[in-house]
């Protein structure tokens, strides 16, 4: 389609002959954040309508991770902040392969910059725009710090479109926590995008997990915890019905996204 | 992918059995809206970097539309605004087509809603976030009602990442305006989507022409303008050099998107 | 307290020897708008905590006000309109003064830019952050334009900290509208700053009312709504208990403030 | 002015019964946060037009502070931290107290929340609304989080209305750094309202300082950094000229304001 001496070079649109203004550059990505993880417990067969077949079937066990991350490329992004911090809610929900292994599916994951909305889509996070806010641990003895010990109490709270959908509460057990939601299992996604000269068309979607290279952290916090969901008129997540928060974590993590394979 | 008795309704992720969370509806997608239209020149080699040859050639000629917008498909959106209302910033240049036909080509848009950038994007329109303000004429004659009369003076703005692009000033002819940019030639997209499969692969690209049905309004008023245009470190539109105002028009526009078709 | 060759010339701070930097530049301030005004029945007794008994006694009547305004002092806003739209949710209640005639209190107002809110908080208007969407009508036949004709639907929304507080939606009758809530009788507000060197000290309030000027518009154009409030743990405004939406109006309006008065 | 049977108990509007809806409660107010601190010279005599000469005199440095803050007042606001996390912009000059001490003094601040904006006005910061961008270090070392560690670079930003008013990138040193700006000496502000019935009388100005308890932290970490300035239309602190970074420290800090007095 390109002339031999024009070829875009941007990974995402606009295509441009710079590919300096796509809006996601290529991989390796890179994401550093700090997560509040609350496990929660809800009826397997209700989770069936969010989970495709290919995918596998719910076995009744999520988790909702709050998180507040720094991303970058080649490290520039760390220079101009408002091109790599965001906050974002994700759900995953633990599913039994087809073949009988156990993964996590995410159905449902909201964010608040662009960037990271289109990047996770190409990885089969299906990205929408909410509003995350999530206490932080500062490492200072100070009422308003939360520092990393017993006793501490955070919270966190998604909106979507101007609605509360999660709030949740935790205080920090002193102990070590577990890896739980998609630290614990790989994660898989699906892509697809319509194609708007076939508008009745639904796409064809592609379960695909990211390949990830370069974990650290995972030094998890223990958490006592408490989640609070709220019917969204635009989101499927309600169908869960009650979720039962179960275990909960707090901590540090560190991973890079190189690509991504068929699941 | 999906089993007989599961298919998922979405026509954008998230991919589900409701599809009541997708993020973006199947079309006929209705939009009305409130524009500053301000046409530029520029030269048109500086142009060429911007456009795929398939798309056709600058001829250095283009547009900048500020446009308030409500949007819906089937009316729900306007019981619960935050579904229906953005503002973007829209540039669009002129195009020779191969065949020697002129056409729009659009390089770069910015919007401040997550439901009108994939929806964009679906349709060509290279969609990243920005925040666009734009002076309305109400129906007032009142000294903050910007009322459509000679000597009114409009202003609107583009900053993306917290930087100015783009500001305008206008003042109102109190003549007929003439339709500018995407108003005047048919305009085209480019479409594409990386696959993170193989992450060193650029996406190909479609070019693709949206089906418009129902268009109203378009009296035009006519604006003296001037245009300032600030560089900014990631777009690219600061390659086509100085942007010269030549013409303005402001009015209500209304169109409805039904899908699209090759370019 | 200034030397005699410096003062400042801040209406409000920052207080420099320019007074450009200053928040709210002194009035007259021209505020131009649309509106949706839902007026509402209630407990007037559960009213009583939410109104000094220096201003009056709560009615059991009120109104919710969403607005979409534009403002200026000398017109400079009107060319970087960052600086003069914003979106504001009033509530006003309607009170017997205590020498028996009528008027309104505003006890609760939310808006979305900081020149608005100050200026708002001079005025008595108690004004905090909140979100406020509003459908606009405009002047074409389109599916999403929501004319000003009998049968339009029209939707309001408030969030405050990201929970949602008010919805409404209406429909426009094709009759004409009363002028409801602050548009029907004078509106008093509180004033009044703590004093931080006594910390323990709540601050005197002050009541007034604001000097306008050059009211245009009033054109209301009548609707049927309903009105949903949800309880919001930061806000008193749920001590009313159930608001029965009793008549609603849709309009533009155009005023100008002065100053203001002792009430 | 209140009945015997009815005070209000609001510490800032709205003035209602409970207090429970007040923008601001009443202080102890706990702060921590994260701090990026650029300390800069410039010319004195620039200061002058920005510096009450009751405050004192500008002696040509200053520091500007992206800060990112988590406060409350009883810790209810840790569990929902919308009200609790901000991100502001400070800057500070010192000066020469009448009586020769040496001080801070702040003429212009930018911050993210409506609860800080307030509350800064209380304390004689001169807040207004901007958005303030920082990088964070992450106890990880990890290619996104910026550990605090020899060679680790950050970035920080504000932007006022859509403007970019301050770039900074620091490289760390590995260095023990130095408190600077408000962490080096008193930070004294301007309080002042107009009255609104009075709207052409410019408010009098009252300085104070506030009481400052319980400060933790303070382990600055050296950097190197650069600091870039763009002119606003509607700020001041252009008037200062060049600034040139001299010195700059990242680090927490956790403070306590209960209260304020005369300065």
Redesign the interface.
């Known amino acids: 389609?390109?002339?031999p001496d024009?070829?875009?070079?941007?990974?995402?649109?606009?295509?441009?002959?710079?590919g300096?203004?796509a809006?996601v550059p290529?991989?390796p990505w890179?994401?550093?954040?700090?997560l509040l993880n609350v496990a929660f417990r809800f009826d397997a067969d209700a989770g069936?309508?969010?989970v495709?077949?290919?995918a596998g079937r719910p076995v009744g066990t999520g988790c909702v991770h709050f998180a507040d991350?720094?991303?970058?490329t080649n490290?520039h992004e760390?220079?101009?902040?408002?091109?790599?911090?965001y906050r974002e809610t994700i759900v995953v929900l633990e599913i039994e392969r087809p073949g009988g292994d156990r993964g996590m599916y995410c159905?449902?994951i909201w964010v608040d910059?662009?960037i990271s909305?289109l990047r996770g889509?190409?990885?089969g996070w299906?990205?929408?725009?909410g509003?995350t806010?999530?206490?932080?641990s500062?490492?200072?003895?100070?009422?308003?710090?939360?520092p990393l010990r017993a006793g501490t109490?955070?919270?966190?709270?998604l909106?979507v479109?101007?609605?509360?959908v999660f709030?949740a509460?935790a205080e920090l057990t002193g102990r070590p926590g577990r890896p739980l939601g998609f630290l614990a299992h790989p994660t898989l996604g699906?892509?697809?995008?319509?194609d708007?000269?076939?508008?009745?068309r639904?796409?064809?979607?592609?379960?695909?997990k990211?390949d990830i290279a370069?974990r650290?952290?995972g030094d998890w916090h223990e958490a006592s915890a408490s989640l609070q969901h709220t019917l969204h008129?635009?989101?499927?997540?309600g169908?869960l019905g009650p979720l039962v928060a179960e275990d909960a974590s707090a901590g540090?993590?560190?991973?890079?996204v190189?690509?991504?394979?068929?699941a």
Not at 161 to 164: M, S
Not at 233 to 237: A, M
Request: net charge neutral; hydrophobic share 40%; proline share 12%.
């Open positions: 389609m390109n002339s024009w070829s875009h070079r941007s990974f995402t649109a606009p295509f441009t002959a710079t300096r203004s809006l290529a991989p890179h994401y550093a954040g700090w069936v309508p969010l495709p077949p290919a991350w720094q991303a970058c490290g760390l220079l101009d902040p408002v091109l790599a911090q159905p449902a910059q662009d909305l889509m190409l990885q299906p990205k929408k725009m509003s806010w999530l206490t932080r500062l490492p200072l003895e100070h009422p308003a710090a939360a109490r955070l919270g966190a709270s909106a479109k101007d609605r509360r709030d509460q699906a892509v697809g995008w319509p708007l000269r076939q508008p009745d639904l796409p064809d979607i592609l379960l695909v990211p370069g650290v952290g008129p635009g989101e499927d997540i169908l540090w993590l560190g991973l890079t190189t690509g991504a394979r068929d």
